[in-house]
């Protein structure tokens, strides 16, 4: 008699394909997370009330329940596009962008009068107005998640968004300062009641060159030609892509007056150079170039003026905010009075005095925020903010494919560094920049693209974590994983 071999059930005959399990599992916690970031929404909305109204009006929840509709919606949508992303993003990005939804409608209550404030409507004001944004942002992201299958093609188009982002950086620097200019800072387009920031797509769309570019090139921006203390330094012909890019941001900083945007896109390209040849020279080069540029602008603002006045006036009123607290420094004299009002645990949501600060609800609500939630209440904020840039960074190690590499770890330094760039304004770390809290300020240029930043991040994520499969069949495209449209193959050593 002979034996007969039961063969292994198959996944197929399980009726379970591998990595399900995975996904779902990931998938749910990332809706216990998200359940958790809207009930601390939900919390927040009532405790503003009950501290402005005196009480907690019957629908306090309202706010809460359609911020949680939006983003159930974007998690059920994630769910089929990008069952593998990293499930702590969504729940962090709702947080911050609930959390900056209700204060803007506290706002619109201290602003109200006293015996209308119970009365104002749910959607009214700013308040109401970040609603629609949010979600238009959140339609936009899964949009791109549903476009952007594999976010290795976002490469075939990366010297069309080098352009587009270039054309977009520079509309502003060339239009009259009345449809561009805004408390001296050109960064925006107003046509009527409408504005935009173009910057804040820009940034994305030359990150996504700068990638590409710095795939092809990683190998010859490598070599070395001399070593100085330790450290290798790159040859002098291959300075020329960094001087171009340092000249590009001095011209934001000279003609648009704003040091945080030229800071920004100077330092993702510095970082992105660092993370693609692992060479510290490349960091050292850059903070020279930068200050170097950035003191130079300052010594020329103060002996000819001109297009550097501008930022001469933010130094001065950075080195010295108290000179004239009534006048040039009102704001952040403002702004740090408020922080320092809040104390450690802040005067309560709701209990403070935010209008005081000029602009709370764009570049300065950090500083209205802080003075009610206080210094650990900010430092959540913060953390809160790190995780995200955490993750990002994690899908950036992950990822099988050097251009994914770039950009993931591009996009999360970037948001990193925005969020510097404008809690060291308002602390008087640096001076102060034009830029917005990312998911935080009022606006809806901001809020649509750090949301399809987020997407991207997700995109990426979800290309890190799926399980590997052999067979081309298996993978986006049907080619190997590294391969990377002409582009070198080999996988960036992290």
Do not use: C
Request: glycine share 12%; charged share 15%.
């Amino acid at each position: 008699m002979t034996a007969t071999a039961t063969p292994a059930a198959s996944p197929g005959a399980t009726g379970e394909q591998p990595g399900v399990r995975l996904a779902r599992s990931r998938r749910n916690a990332e809706l216990s997370l998200l359940l958790l970031a809207l009930v601390l929404v939900a919390a927040y909305g009532a405790t503003v009330e009950a501290t402005v109204l005196d009480t907690v009006t019957p629908d306090f929840w309202v706010p809460a329940a359609v911020l949680a509709a939006v983003f159930l919606a974007l998690h059920v949508a994630i769910r089929f596009l990008a069952p593998f992303a990293d499930p702590a993003l969504l729940p962090a990005v709702a947080l911050l962008n609930g959390i900056g939804v209700g204060f803007l409608r506290r706002l619109d209550l201290g602003r109200a009068a006293p015996e209308d404030r119970e009365s104002l409507a749910i959607f009214a004001g700013q308040g109401g107005r970040q609603f629609a944004w949010t979600l238009a942002a959140v339609v936009l992201a899964a949009g791109l998640l549903a476009l952007m299958r594999d976010h290795r093609a976002v490469s075939r188009y990366a010297y069309t968004l080098g352009l587009a982002g270039i054309v977009l950086v520079m509309i502003p620097a060339v239009l009259p300062a009345k449809y561009s200019e805004i408390y001296g800072a050109k960064l925006w387009i107003k046509v009527g009641g409408f504005t935009i920031q173009p910057g804040e797509f820009a940034k994305l769309a030359l990150l996504a060159f700068f990638a590409y570019y710095l795939v092809r090139k990683r190998e010859v921006l490598s070599l070395a030609s001399r070593r100085v203390l330790g450290i290798d330094f790159p040859r002098g012909r291959d300075l020329g892509p960094v001087l171009a890019v340092w000249a590009l941001s001095l011209l934001v900083l000279v003609f648009e007056k704003d040091l945080g945007t030229s800071l920004l896109y100077f330092g993702m390209f510095v970082v992105t150079l660092y993370i693609a040849t692992e060479r510290v020279s490349w960091l050292l080069i850059g903070l020279l170039l930068f200050f170097g540029g950035a003191y130079l602008a300052y010594v020329l603002g103060g002996t000819i003026g001109g297009p550097f006045a501008n930022f001469h006036l933010r130094a001065e009123i950075w080195l010295d905010p108290f000179a004239k607290p009534y006048d040039d420094g009102y704001q952040l004299v403002q702004g740090l009075l408020g922080l320092g009002s809040g104390g450690l645990f802040g005067s309560g949501p709701g209990g403070g005095e935010p209008l005081e600060i000029p602009e709370v609800q764009n570049d300065f609500i950090f500083a209205g925020i802080g003075e009610e939630i206080g210094l650990f209440g900010l430092s959540a904020l913060l953390v809160v903010y790190l995780l995200i840039v955490e993750r990002g960074l994690r899908a950036a190690l992950a990822v099988r494919d050097s251009f994914g590499k770039l950009l993931a770890g591009g996009l999360a330094f970037t948001l990193g560094l925005q969020v510097f760039v404008i809690v060291g304004g308002i602390s008087k770390l640096i001076p102060l920049t034009g830029q917005t809290t990312p998911f935080l300020s009022a606006g809806g240029s901001s809020l649509m693209a750090n949301w399809l930043l987020i997407a991207v991040l997700l995109r990426v994520s979800d290309a890190a974590r799926r399980p590997v499969t052999p067979g081309p069949a298996a993978r986006p495209g049907g080619g190997p994983p590294e391969q990377l449209h002409g582009a070198p193959t080999e996988v960036i050593r992290t």
